[in-house]
T-cell receptor, first 115, second 110 residues
Framework: NAGVMQNPRHLVRRRGQEARLRCSPM?????VYWYRQLPEEGLKFMVY????????ESGMPKERFSAEFPKEGPSILRIQQVVRGDSAAYFC?????????????FGPGTRLTVL | SQKIEQNSEALNIQEGKTATLTCNYT??????LQWYRQDPGRGPVFLLL?????KEKRKERLKVTFDTTLKQSLFHITASQPADSATYLC?????????FGSGTRLQVQP
């Protein structure tokens, strides 16, 4: 039973380019969360999605960032016109249910470097 | 505003000793508190969850306490081993997602 998968593991972009980060949840999980981790900081919640629905995007920057979780395929976090401040590790997590005690299983992360 | 604080300084201890990590929070009334382990270059891994009405929770060599009056959780690793060296994150359960502290790095010396 594969865990949460993220790709690419490392992504380098120049300022102004687009970054696409993919997350495949654990088998049977239909809830996905995206977090961002800046160096020496904790993980910050960005967005919570269920299949075909954005449930909570309160942590997502208003511009340039978008997320989707289509009926088929992985969840995608998209960053348009990247800037140096977007350099960070982006983690996704998945849960089986929506309860507050549901364990979040994290992927290995995508490390984005903006040159 | 809501705030979670963990000691940002690394904790260095000798193998076999008990490691104690602290998590303090303000402006929160969480129903649950969780602890995660994160190794360099990897995602966090869930360790323990404790409910507000539980004072203490144990799992093998791990023990977590939760004092809602002090707004503090303590995380203990007994008989520590070099393999326990990692960053430990506490997280509070919000409406949807987790709110994490910045973590404390533990280094267990052989």
């Amino acid at each position: 039973n594969a865990g949460v998968m993220q790709n690419p593991r490392h992504l380098v972009r120049r300022r102004g380019q687009e970054a696409r980060l993919r997350c495949s949840p654990m088998k049977g999980h239909s809830h996905v969360y995206w977090y961002r981790q800046l160096p020496e900081e904790g993980l910050k919640f960005m967005v919570y999605l269920q299949k075909e629905n954005i449930i909570d995007e309160s942590g997502m920057p208003k511009e340039r960032f978008s997320a989707e979780f289509p009926k088929e395929g992985p969840s995608i976090l998209r960053i348009q016109q990247v800037v140096r401040g977007d350099s960070a590790a982006y983690f996704c997590a998945s849960t089986l249910g929506t309860g507050e005690t549901d364990t979040q299983y994290f992927g290995p992360g995508t490390r984005l470097t903006v040159l | 505003s809501q705030k979670i604080e963990q000691n940002s300084e690394a904790l260095n201890i000798q193998e076999g000793k008990t490691a104690t990590l602290t998590c303090n929070y303000t402006n929160y009334s969480p129903a649950y508190l969780q602890w995660y382990r994160q190794d360099p270059g990897r995602g966090p891994v869930f360790l323990l969850l404790i409910r507000e009405n539980e004072k203490e929770k144990r799992k093998e060599r791990l023990k977590v306490t939760f004092d809602t009056t002090l707004k503090q959780s303590l995380f203990h690793i007994t008989a520590s081993q070099p393999a326990d060296s990692a960053t430990y994150l506490c997280a509070l359960t919000g409406r949807r997602a987790l709110t994490f502290g910045s973590g404390t790095r533990l280094q267990v010396q052989p």
